[in-house]
């Protein structure tokens, strides 16, 4: 079965490294020229990174994403295609459909990221620009306006980074963090767009949303329960009272983990119980220990993103106090995240005894109640 998981670690990853070259890249330019050919220079040196990174990405959305959907049409078939000794198969009319999907799919991807890219581009100039005119409103010597274009230039990218995207709150988004919230949605979208649209061709109704350990507060009330995929079945909440999927939209939000899968009526032991579970009420019943996890898991969050800003003020600083202080303090906040990563292991290892001593209990047929929730 393919897992697209390690694929997404390795193309946050790349761009997380380019992000952090990029800035390199800028701040030596910067350091080589100074005269009036720096814009172009600058120019050229960004984009043919850029590019670099455009051209990555679109190779990895058109071999990963197709995959991801595939496998999510391979599970609907094979559920489902065996009660009538067809398991697995696909019928011919929906091949067309599934590679239309799929093309959507890729080319958004395709598209955000590389919209992405050109906006820092325009940011990096307009950054050099700003700091120029800032700069000569206080200094008259050409030579003095130079240096103090460069300084308030470096200090502006340690400070805001390169912004790739502005949300509808307003937040500003760095490449790296904007391609990481983009490539984990779309695939958690082609995953589900794959076993919906099969399932739509199969006329299944019936669809259960995954459970998962330490959820956040927006998914808890609504994970593991069954849902009628169009509101065809009486007794079963519908899917597009979903958060997100009541919008269009096939993930309940940005980078979501939860995905949907295939229920069989026929085979489950004790369907009644199930349909009682889909319809109880909608709160948060997540336990204790995982409400826990999941704050310190928020922390771990936090702990990265400042990290993240302080390795991006370390690739622009000169060397210096400041420096060195920006220094000492990454190595602060790696500190913690070792101390946080402990406990989340310690978790993590109790967490999965108590989900292996679940699913077992499934397996013989006896009732089982999920282990972070509270009944």
């Not at 009538?84 to 890729?106: R, S, Y």
């Not at 308030?152 to 790296?176: I, K, Y």
Request: glycine share 6%; charged share 30%; aromatic share 6%.
């Amino acid at each position: 079965m393919f897992d697209p998981s390690p694929a997404i670690d390795a193309l946050v990853t790349v761009y997380r490294e380019a992000y952090i070259e990029l800035l390199k890249r800028i701040v030596a330019k910067q350091t080589q020229n100074r005269s009036t050919a720096f814009d172009e220079a600058l120019a050229r040196d960004v984009r043919n990174l850029l590019q670099e990174l455009d051209a990555t990405s679109e190779r990895w959305a058109r071999h990963v994403i197709p995959q991801a959907y595939g496998e999510a049409v391979k599970e609907a078939a094979a559920a489902l295609g065996s009660r009538g000794g067809g398991a697995g198969i696909i019928a011919p009319a929906m091949v067309k459909v599934h590679q239309h999907a799929v093309q959507i799919l890729v080319e958004s991807l395709i598209d955000d990221l590389h919209d992405a890219t050109q906006f820092v581009g325009r940011r990096v100039r307009d950054h050099w620009r700003r700091a120029q005119l800032e700069a000569v409103l206080d200094k008259t010597s050409t030579g003095q306006t130079i240096r103090q274009a460069e300084k308030s230039f470096s200090r502006r990218l340690a400070d805001e980074g390169l912004t790739a995207f502005r949300d509808s709150r307003g937040r500003e988004w760095t490449l790296d963090s904007y391609a990481d919230m983009v490539i984990r949605s779309v695939t958690a979208e082609a995953q589900n767009t794959g076993l919906l649209t099969q399932l739509s061709s199969m006329g299944h109704d019936l669809v259960r949303m995954s459970e998962h350990r330490a959820g956040c507060p927006i998914c808890a009330p609504y994970e593991g329960r069954t849902y009628s995929r169009e509101g065809k079945t009486p007794g079963y909440p519908t899917l597009a009272s979903v958060p997100g999927f009541s919008k269009g939209y096939m993930s309940m939000h940005p980078r979501c983990r939860h995905r949907i899968g295939v229920y069989v009526l026929e085979g489950d032991p004790d369907p009644e119980a199930t349909r009682a579970a889909s319809n109880r009420p909608f709160d948060d019943r997540r336990s204790e220990a995982d409400k826990a996890a999941y704050e310190r898991q928020q922390e771990q969050a936090a702990l990265r993103r400042q990290r993240r800003k302080l390795e991006q003020q370390l690739a622009v600083l000169p060397q210096g106090e400041e420096r060195d202080a920006v220094r000492e303090k990454l190595r602060e906040v790696r500190s913690q995240q070792n101390t946080l990563g402990r406990e989340e292991n310690r978790w993590r290892s109790v967490a999965a005894r108590e989900n292996r001593a679940y699913y077992e209990a499934k397996d013989r047929g006896k009732k089982a109640d999920w282990p972070g929730r509270v009944q």
